[in-house]
């Protein structure tokens, strides 16, 4: 009798676990997830909570009476203020939202040479980035405030926005992404007349958006904790960042507008990222490219 052949057999790999075993999984991941939301939960509560419940020792997860109070103290203190609330949230949008771009923008264009292109000095451009990676904001602060003060942008927006451009994980990330991208689909898009602006930005761009939405996060989260407190000195030039702190450092009679404003600090970032996350899975999963 005939054997059939290997390659007519076809054979559906399956998982061979046990109904405790998927049972057993499912309570590991669910404590681990009530583990990972349990900051977030108490964020949430504590902005709820009257000053009785929150010096309660020990210290209640949920709230008992939930109150509105704690946003009406921080309403009233930020109504008090000489300099508008409205003002710290258009100082922020500017700082985020032109840093943010800025960056995404500036270590696109840097990667795609040093991805795509040959010249001299590639490799050394390259490990220079990478060494740049392994030194803190601490150990560059100086040199960075004195480049500031040099360009005479002390105390603008500029001088938040411009050293927001020059991080070097963004170059490092785009460049590895844009590694992957097929050297053939490049050359035939030249062969078709296309310009590097035009191939840049109708091709390799949107096959990296997994690449800049992941940047545009880490970025928009790094300007959203700047208080800017090492340049701006002005009162009508300081983020919302700085103002919340300075509310949140008022001592125990300001706990009530302390926690609304930890709500506020997390939130946002929180928010921003999961309507990113949601693009980037998309992405992922139809973003796959061989040569």
């Not at 009406?72 to 710290?88: A, E, I, Q, T």
């Not at 922020?92 to 040479?113: D, K, M, N, R, W």
């Not at 980037?280 to 999963?285: H, L, N, Q």
Request: proline content about 6%; hydrophobic content about 50%.
């Amino acid at each position: 009798m005939k054997k059939p052949s290997k390659w007519k057999i076809k054979r559906k790999k399956q998982l061979n676990r046990s109904k405790a075993g998927n049972t057993l999984l499912f309570v590991i991941m669910a404590i681990c997830g009530v583990f990972m939301a349990l900051p977030l939960i108490m964020i949430i509560n504590n902005a709820l909570k009257p000053l009785d419940e929150l010096f309660r020792y020990p210290p209640l997860i949920w709230v008992r009476t939930p109150s509105l109070d704690n946003f009406k103290d921080l309403y009233v203190l930020m109504s008090n203020s000489w300099v508008p609330f409205s003002r710290y949230i258009l100082n922020t949008v500017l700082i985020t939202g032109f840093g943010t771009l800025g960056h995404v923008i500036c270590a696109s264009l840097a990667a795609y040479p040093l991805a795509k292109h040959d010249f001299p000095g590639k490799k050394v451009l390259f490990q220079m980035v990478v060494l740049s990676l392994m030194f803190s904001y601490s150990v560059t602060a100086i040199p960075n405030y004195m480049i500031i003060s040099w360009l005479g942008i002390n105390n603008t927006y500029l001088a938040v926005i411009l050293p927001a451009f020059a991080y070097g994980l963004g170059l490092y990330l785009m460049k590895q992404f844009m590694e992957q991208i097929p050297d053939s689909l490049l050359e035939s898009a030249r062969l078709d007349g296309a310009g590097e602006f035009r191939i840049f930005f109708s091709i390799v761009m949107p096959n990296v958006k997994p690449a800049w939405l992941t940047l545009a996060i880490f970025q928009f989260q790094t300007l959203w904790a700047n208080t800017g407190s090492g340049f701006l000195r002005s009162e009508q030039l300081k983020p919302l960042q700085y103002a919340l702190y300075q509310i949140a450092a008022g001592g125990p009679a300001r706990q009530g507008a302390s926690a609304v404003v930890q709500l506020i600090i997390a939130a946002i970032p929180i928010t921003f990222f999961i309507i990113c996350q949601s693009n980037i899975i998309e992405t992922m999963t139809t973003s796959g490219m061989k040569d």
